[in-house]
């Protein structure tokens, strides 16, 4: 079992790269993109593999499958939910290469040797990234709220093997930041037949038997706090740092919530959720961006409402494990770089999410699906997902507008608490009560 993490990191040694054995020569692989092998490597390159492991909604095959096209090696996704992520990479860290976690996945990694920081100078998608995660604030200069796991709080560290958080910006990064997203609560309005303005709707009785929260404890917890505070009863510190104290109120409000009947179902999988609310069983739920937009490609009316108290955010990352080294580590580096390049991102917009580097990913979106998924402008065509499905017809608007309305009111962020274990230990009585 996985002890409540800690912080710190591990001395990185990466060897010298060797000097190219015929002067002037360059090494031409894929699309070009990978420029900075030595010659006398370019014989060895097509035989590297980089294993990247992470949760299904980014460890995607065809991006795997994009980078081994653009790169000349081999990128090879591999997918595992939460837990098993966590014990692969603390207990089996040389089966992973590229490890592929949420942020709060830091405080289990750093100081535990298991991967290695990012120089500034290797990346170089740098000065394009979102301002969330290189400091923490909007663009307007607004800070990001801070409960729960801001990305920028685990963004930096202060040298190779240190073994807390910087506190501000430095030449060392903890990870890449990838994926990320805007969560709230989806809706059939064609049921409700009013407006839900406010996370206590979650816990209105009016929805007996109708509602649904994720089952995983770490975010189910934070939309059930969402939905209490909200409700009134009971006022964080932190929703993402619970007290000891908050944690017993608060699966307290929750078994009194079961018990009188408030939930159809505690959801673990993104199909479930869109069974859950395609059918109608389940009318309000915590749920997923793609999963609403899912449900309504099957012509049922489903929405992800904008909530007034904002949204819970979570992004992910990427990071080199700490034990490649040479042509392995460089590849690692090439994929780094390749990974926000654009067509990830474009990828994965199309399917709700978004893109550390928007400018690179629009290069990989038409007009219209840029308008759609980042301007919030009504859709000129039928938008699609990646794979040629119907996400949305022609005339509709994202769910919550722009980037910056939605990701400009988040109000926590996914996280690890402190007490985590103690959370996990009462949420499961929660769930069995």
């Known amino acids: 079992m996985i002890k409540n993490p800690k ?30 092998f030595p010659t006398i490597w370019a014989q ?35 997918t595992a939910d939460h837990d098993a992520l966590m014990n692969r990479l603390v207990n089996e860290p040389k089966t992973i290469d590229i490890a592929d976690t949420e942020f709060f996945a830091q405080y289990y990694m750093v100081g535990r040797n298991i991967v290695q920081p990012i120089p500034v100078s290797k990346y170089k998608w740098w000065d394009k990234t979102v301002p969330i995660f290189t400091k923490g604030e909007y663009p307007d ?60 709707e979650l816990l209105n009785p009016e929805f007996k038997g109708k509602t649904a929260i994720v089952a995983v404890p770490s975010i189910g917890i934070m939309d059930a706090a969402m939905a209490i505070e909200s409700r009134g009863d009971l006022k964080y510190a932190d929703k993402g740092n619970m007290t000891k104290a908050e944690i017993d109120k608060t699966i307290s409000i929750l078994i009194d919530a079961k018990k009188a009947g408030q939930f ?64 392995k580590l460089d590849a690692a580096f090439e994929y780094l770089n390749w990974y926000n390049s654009g067509w990830q991102g474009g990828f994965i917009a199309k399917q709700g999410y978004y893109s550390s580097v928007p400018d690179n990913a629009k290069k990989f979106m038409t ?35 722009s980037f910056w309305q939605r990701m400009g009111n988040i109000a926590c962020w996914n996280t690890i608490m402190d007490e985590d274990r103690y959370m996990v230990r009462k949420w499961n009585e929660f769930v069995s009560a």
């Open 264 to 327: 159809r179902a505690f959801w673990s999988t993104f199909d479930e959720s869109v069974n859950l609310m395609a059918s109608g069983e389940v009318v309000l739920q915590s749920m997923w961006s793609p999963a609403v937009t899912a449900v309504r490609s099957r012509n049922i009316d489903c929405y992800y409402v904008p909530l007034q108290e904002g949204y819970r955010g979570w992004g992910s990352c990427i990071a080199p494990m700490a034990h490649l080294s040479g042509i």
């Open 141 to 200: 200069g607004r800070k990001v709220s801070a409960q729960g796991t801001l990305p920028y709080k685990v963004q930096y560290l202060e040298s190779a093997s240190a073994k807390t958080f910087a506190k501000g910006p430095t030449d060392l990064l903890s990870g890449i930041p990838t994926v990320y997203n805007a969560d709230t609560l989806g809706i059939r309005p064609d049921l409700i037949k009013r407006k839900i303005e406010r996370w206590s």
């Open 44 to 78: 060895n390159i097509k035989d590297v593999k980089l294993v990247q492991v992470g949760g299904s909604y980014s460890a995607i095959i065809d991006i795997g499958r994009q980078a081994s096209k653009d790169l000349g090696f081999q990128v090879e996704m591999q």
């Open 367 to 401: 007009a219209d699906e840029w308008d759609y998924w980042y301007e919030g402008k009504p859709a000129k065509d039928d938008i699609k997902d990646p794979y040629g499905h119907l996400m949305e017809k022609a005339g509709r608007s994202r769910d919550g507008g």
């Open 7 to 36: 912080r710190g990191n591990s001395q990185v040694t990466r060897r010298r790269l060797l000097k190219s054995a015929a002067a002037g020569a360059g090494l031409a692989v894929g699309s070009g993109l990978v420029k900075g």
